[in-house]
């Protein structure tokens, strides 16, 4: 079974759309992320979701926006699309506990490619 | 400010052989967990290796360890006996306390190819 899983894998779209990209981790976390890596591979955190509260909002530009309707899913929504949006964005989960680490299992990736 | 700096884009080793791939870092936390990832072709990050700052002891998992200094902020990852299936981009990762943010930054990667 897939733990964390990410739909859809390819997505290919025209400047200026509205798109979701959407997430489902089977593992019963209880936090869950979203990630972006551009064209040179570097990961950085966008959002994080904890208990349906958002607990990181990274600067990035608010036509992104994170839904989460349970603990199990953390959906992402893009509006008025641009090319810079091109990238691959990965969605991850864990368990949380405040005193220590607990290991973040990722999704396979959504290549987004804005046209 | 936490940055992750890996300094090599990319490496490129013989089969068989070892390498060891650099990753440093910046901080101003006495306890913090460091990691690399594995991210093949595939796109799935695997993470391969972690090691907590207060334990001296370097992290082993198989062919992986790491070379942790922790006063040069320093956090290798030496890969023995490299397989064809070693040839991925690796990512160096950091992350501080409270772990309930579980903020985890990553460095720019380095491209790995194991060479027949």
């Known amino acids: 079974d897939t733990a964390v899983s990410q739909t859809p894998k390819y997505l290919v779209t025209q400047m200026g759309n509205d798109k979701s990209i959407k997430c489902e981790q089977n593992?019963?976390?209880?936090?869950m992320y979203w990630y972006k890596q551009d064209s040179k591979k570097f990961l950085k955190i966008m959002f994080s979701?904890?208990?349906?509260?958002?607990?990181i909002n990274e600067t990035v530009p608010n036509r992104f926006s994170p839904k989460s309707p349970d603990k199990a899913h953390l959906n992402l929504h893009i509006n008025s699309l641009e090319l810079g949006d091109s990238a691959v964005y990965f969605c991850a989960s864990s368990q949380v506990t405040p005193r220590t680490y607990n290991e973040q299992f990722f999704g396979p990736g959504t290549r987004l490619t804005v046209l | 400010a936490q940055t992750v700096t890996q300094s090599q884009p990319e490496m490129s080793v013989q089969e068989a052989e070892t390498v060891t791939l650099s990753c440093t870092y910046d901080t101003s936390e006495n306890n913090y967990y460091l990691f690399w990832y594995k991210q093949p072709p595939s796109r799935q990050m695997i993470l391969v290796i972690r090691q907590e700052a207060y334990k001296q002891q370097n992290a082993t998992e198989n062919r992986f360890s790491v070379n942790f200094q922790k006063a040069a902020k320093s956090f290798s990852l030496k890969i023995s006996d490299s397989q064809l299936g070693d040839t991925a981009m690796y990512f160096c990762?950091?992350?501080?306390?409270?772990?309930?943010?579980?903020?985890?930054?990553f460095g720019a990667g380095t491209r790995l190819t194991v060479k027949p």
């Open positions: 979701y904890n208990n349906k509260e958002l607990i």
């Open positions: 593992l019963g976390h209880d936090t």
């Open positions: 990762a950091f992350m501080k306390p409270p772990y309930n943010n579980n903020d985890m930054r």
